[in-house]
């Protein structure tokens, strides 16, 4: 009797809990690694097809008419030789093709563009990999027959087939009695033209559905791939080594904490004990959690237009603002934001306390 290896059952990212950073994904986008569905390009593409087919039709009959006229009345004439036949024959066909191609191509590249958010240009999906080519027929069974997606993805086949079949069943039956009557009373044009409403019909109706199955699918790749973009915890461990260096990321880092404490600057301010000014090109909010840290803490500061903003905010809340060029310029200069000022600036910082203390009794 043989046996199943278990392995094929157990999780596909075992060891693998956390959330891809945004950097794993900025690599994986290089590489031309995005969460994309195919199934809803197809079905775009087939959608636009259909409605140009429907927006078309009467040009598409006249051109066919032209062309069989052509044919039937040349059948004989001894002037037109086979090459003749197969250039007319091969213009045509282009003409009629041309739309559908162009429309074909466009709903594409939109339907990529909207899914990647933006174009991709990568060789690696296209560049020569020998281990995809060495078959790995125990990992193809175990991703199709079990894993979500392999089971997704049957699912997915069965009801599509099953729902265009009995879309295409009950339309027919739907237009029996006009197909019928058109074959029995009808000139052969009427009952083409009857089947060609018929398969529009059925056209449009599966066209719709297919889409709605693209995008159903298009979220199901979206968490697969996020799934299989998740990290162990000793990969952001490395990752994040292997960051430290980078000029790009740290400047990037710089740049969103900067950005961070810019936004927190009034919610300081507004919080804070006391605001330190110079009294024009620097400003620093000082507060003091007494039950959490033995002296205060430098909670925003700001040089310029943002130390006039700081002052405003300050006179708006009814923070005391207290000036003092050389505590200010210091402050600024030596202590970092959250950071507790050092034991140097106690004095002044005791004195300024007591200058609130004396403001609030003056009131």
Same mark, same amino acid.
């Given at each position: 009797?043989?046996?199943?290896?278990?392995?094929?059952?157990?999780?596909?990212?075992?060891?693998?809990?956390?959330?891809?950073?945004?950097?794993?994904?900025?690599?994986?986008?290089?590489?031309?690694?995005?969460?994309?569905?195919?199934?809803?390009?197809?079905?775009?593409?087939?959608?636009?097809?259909?409605?140009?087919?429907?927006?078309?039709?009467?040009?598409?009959?006249?051109?066919?008419?032209?062309?069989?006229?052509?044919?039937?009345?040349?059948?004989?004439?001894?002037?037109?030789?086979?090459?003749?036949? #197969?250039?007319? +024959?091969? %213009?045509?066909?282009?003409?009629?093709?041309?739309? &559908?191609? @162009?429309?074909?191509? $466009?709903?594409? =590249?939109?339907?990529?563009?909207?899914?990647?958010?933006?174009?991709?240009?990568?060789?690696?999906?296209?560049?020569?990999?020998?281990?995809?080519?060495?078959?790995?027929? #125990?990992?193809? +069974?175990? %991703?199709?027959?079990?894993?979500?997606?392999?089971? &997704?993805? @049957?699912?997915?086949? $069965?009801?599509? =087939?099953?729902?265009?079949?009995?879309?295409?069943?009950?339309?027919?039956?739907?237009?029996?009695?006009?197909?019928?009557?058109?074959?029995?009373?009808?000139?052969?044009?009427?009952?083409?033209?009857?089947?060609?409403?018929?398969?529009?019909?059925?056209?449009?109706?599966?066209?719709?559905?297919?889409?709605? =199955?693209?995008?159903?699918?298009?979220?199901?790749?979206?968490?697969?791939?996020?799934?299989?973009?998740?990290?162990?915890?000793?990969?952001?461990?490395?990752?994040?080594?292997?960051?430290?260096?980078?000029?790009?990321?740290?400047?990037?880092?710089?740049?969103?904490?900067?950005?961070?404490?810019?936004?927190?600057?009034?919610?300081?301010?507004?919080?804070?004990?006391?605001?330190?000014?110079?009294?024009?090109?620097?400003?620093?909010?000082?507060?003091?959690?007494?039950?959490?840290?033995?002296?205060?803490?430098?909670?925003?500061?700001?040089?310029?237009?943002?130390?006039?903003?700081?002052?405003?905010?300050?006179?708006?809340?009814?923070?005391?603002?207290?000036?003092?060029?050389?505590?200010?310029?210091?402050?600024?200069?030596?202590?970092?934001?959250?950071?507790?000022?050092?034991?140097?600036?106690?004095?002044?910082?005791?004195?300024?306390?007591?200058?609130?203390?004396?403001?609030?009794?003056?009131?």
């Amino acid at each position: 009797m043989s046996q199943v290896d278990l392995q094929w059952f157990g999780p596909e990212d075992e060891g693998k809990t956390e959330e891809p950073t945004e950097h794993r994904l900025r690599e994986a986008r290089k590489k031309g690694q995005v969460a994309k569905s195919q199934e809803l390009n197809g079905a775009l593409v087939f959608l636009l097809g259909v409605l140009i087919l429907l927006f078309l039709a009467p040009w598409i009959e006249e051109k066919l008419e032209e062309v069989m006229k052509f044919f039937f009345n040349h059948i004989n004439d001894s002037k037109v030789d086979n090459g003749q036949y #197969g250039y007319i +024959f091969l %213009r045509y066909f282009l003409i009629l093709f041309l739309p &559908f191609g @162009i429309v074909g191509a $466009i709903a594409a =590249v939109v339907s990529n563009l909207i899914q990647n958010k933006g174009f991709i240009f990568s060789t690696k999906p296209i560049s020569m990999d020998f281990k995809k080519v060495t078959p790995k027929f #125990g990992e193809y +069974f175990r %991703r199709t027959l079990f894993s979500f997606t392999g089971v &997704f993805n @049957i699912a997915k086949s $069965i009801i599509k =087939v099953v729902v265009i079949a009995i879309v295409a069943i009950i339309v027919i039956l739907a237009d029996k009695d006009k197909i019928l009557s058109s074959l029995n009373v009808g000139t052969p044009m009427k009952a083409l033209r009857q089947f060609a409403t018929t398969a529009a019909k059925i056209l449009v109706i599966c066209a719709i559905f297919l889409v709605l =199955v693209g995008i159903a699918d298009f979220f199901v790749q979206k968490r697969e791939f996020r799934r299989k973009m998740k990290m162990s915890k000793q990969e952001v461990k490395q990752e994040m080594k292997e960051l430290d260096g980078d000029p790009e990321v740290k400047s990037h880092l710089d740049s969103a904490q900067k950005e961070m404490l810019r936004q927190n600057i009034p919610r300081a301010v507004r919080e804070a004990d006391v605001l330190i000014t110079n009294p024009t090109h620097f400003a620093v909010a000082i507060q003091w959690k007494r039950e959490v840290n033995e002296a205060p803490s430098v909670t925003a500061k700001g040089e310029d237009r943002t130390a006039l903003n700081m002052k405003e905010i300050a006179r708006e809340n009814d923070i005391p603002i207290v000036e003092n060029r050389p505590l200010a310029r210091g402050l600024y200069t030596d202590v970092q934001i959250g950071a507790i000022i050092p034991e140097v600036y106690w004095r002044a910082i005791a004195t300024v306390y007591g200058q609130i203390n004396y403001m609030e009794k003056k009131k």
